[in-house]
């Protein structure tokens, strides 16, 4: 055989497992979370966030915004001293994080089976230097 078959055979091959591999990967979630505090910010994430009563009130104030929310839920520390406890009938944690005018917040969501609630945002009064 020939060099310029073999390297057919060897392109058309390398072609098949290109489109094989991207047809088993498309449109599923790949990224890899291993760390807790990823997997749990992950697992909110993806899940339709719900507003209460009281946290409505808080983001209708002009010292946080839902850009905050989103920002906490994508870079915030899940506390889970306080986190992780059963509550009606999902799991309550409090995320801390920062908002666009580095004060720190604490969230707490409930975290259900199919949904997730902002129950309330509570405001930190000390600022940290924040990068």
């Keep these: 055989m ?5 390297l057919a055979y060897y392109s058309f ?3 098949l497992g290109a489109l094989f591999v991207a047809f088993v990967l498309t449109g599923k979630d790949t990224r890899c979370s291993y760390f807790p505090n990823e997997r749990v910010l992950n697992n909110i994430r993806t899940k339709p966030l719900k507003y209460s009563l009281e946290a409505s009130r808080k983001l ?3 010292w946080i915004d839902t850009i905050d929310i989103k920002n906490t ?7 889970f001293d306080k986190s992780n ?5 999902g799991k309550l944690y409090w995320i801390e994080g920062y908002t666009t ?3 720190t917040i604490q969230l707490k969501i409930v975290n259900y089976e199919t949904r997730a609630v902002l129950e309330d945002i509570v405001r930190v009064k000390t600022k940290k230097n924040v990068p």
């Excluded at 020939?2 to 073999?6: A, L, N």
């Excluded at 839920?73 to 506390?79: E, N, R």
């Excluded at 406890?85 to 009938?89: A, H, I, L, P, T």
């Design 2 to 6: 020939k060099f310029y078959q073999r």
């Design 13 to 15: 091959g390398v072609l």
């Design 60 to 62: 209708a104030e002009d």
């Design 73 to 79: 839920l994508t870079y915030g520390d899940v506390d």
């Design 85 to 89: 406890v059963k509550y009606e009938d």
């Design 101 to 103: 005018l580095k004060d």
